[in-house]
């Protein structure tokens, strides 16, 4: 089996890569860079061109095409060209994936970020605990499954009395 080693400047241009995809942002949460949410699941540069390898955070997520044509423009401004978007469904997406920068981000935003693992009490449709991103009780209640995005549930506080949103464990 020949093993092969990729050279230090294609290394290095897949590590640029990656830092200019923090800079493009999901258009449904706009806090969170695609790099935060964890849908780049990989960048591969090559004689051919560069592939973006892309998990959506589900199959039928409406933003998805407009994630990957930003994804495209954004490399384009850099003077990248031969820019290729691979849509990868296997394995799904799952909120384990947000890093910590982006579950930081999505607290200071206002969105209660996802729990590490989905709660086994949704299994029986009980509603997680979530507690409040701006004053951290735990005393909150869910309003409705849906919020702005099929994504997000809305709670309301009772402590601190503040509506929120929480992004729900896929």
Same mark, same amino acid.
């Given at each position: 089996?020949?093993?092969?080693?990729?050279?230090?400047?294609?290394? @290095?241009?897949?590590?640029?890569?990656?830092?200019?995809?923090?800079?493009?942002?999901?258009?449904?949460?706009?806090?969170?860079?695609?790099?935060?949410?964890? #849908?780049? @699941?990989?960048?591969?540069?090559?004689?051919?061109?560069?592939? #973006?390898?892309?998990? $959506?955070?589900?199959?039928? !997520? &409406?933003? *998805?095409?407009?994630?990957?044509?930003?994804?495209?423009?954004?490399?384009?401004?850099?003077?990248?060209?031969? #820019?290729?978007?691979?849509?990868?469904?296997? $394995? &799904?997406? *799952?909120?384990?994936? #947000?890093?910590?920068?982006?579950?930081?981000?999505?607290?200071?935003?206002?969105?209660? $970020? $996802?729990?590490?693992?989905?709660?086994? @009490?949704?299994?029986?449709?009980?509603?997680?605990?979530?507690?409040? &991103?701006? !004053?951290?009780?735990?005393? *909150?209640?869910?309003?409705?499954?849906?919020?702005?995005? &099929? !994504?997000?549930?809305?709670?309301? !506080?009772?402590?601190?009395?503040?509506?929120?949103?929480?992004?729900?464990?896929?």
């Amino acid at each position: 089996m020949m093993v092969i080693r990729k050279h230090a400047r294609q290394e @290095r241009l897949e590590a640029q890569i990656l830092a200019w995809l923090e800079d493009v942002a999901d258009p449904e949460i706009p806090v969170l860079s695609v790099v935060d949410l964890g #849908i780049v @699941r990989g960048v591969h540069a090559g004689a051919d061109g560069i592939e #973006i390898e892309v998990t $959506p955070t589900y199959s039928g !997520c &409406p933003a *998805t095409d407009v994630i990957e044509q930003s994804i495209v423009d954004a490399l384009e401004e850099r003077g990248l060209n031969s #820019i290729r978007v691979r849509r990868c469904l296997s $394995p &799904p997406w *799952t909120t384990d994936w #947000i890093s910590a920068a982006g579950r930081a981000k999505l607290a200071a935003y206002g969105i209660a $970020p $996802p729990d590490r693992s989905a709660d086994k @009490r949704s299994l029986s449709g009980d509603a997680p605990r979530v507690s409040c &991103p701006r !004053c951290a009780s735990g005393n *909150t209640a869910l309003v409705s499954q849906f919020g702005s995005t &099929p !994504c997000k549930a809305a709670y309301r !506080c009772a402590s601190c009395l503040e509506p929120f949103e929480y992004f729900k464990c896929l």
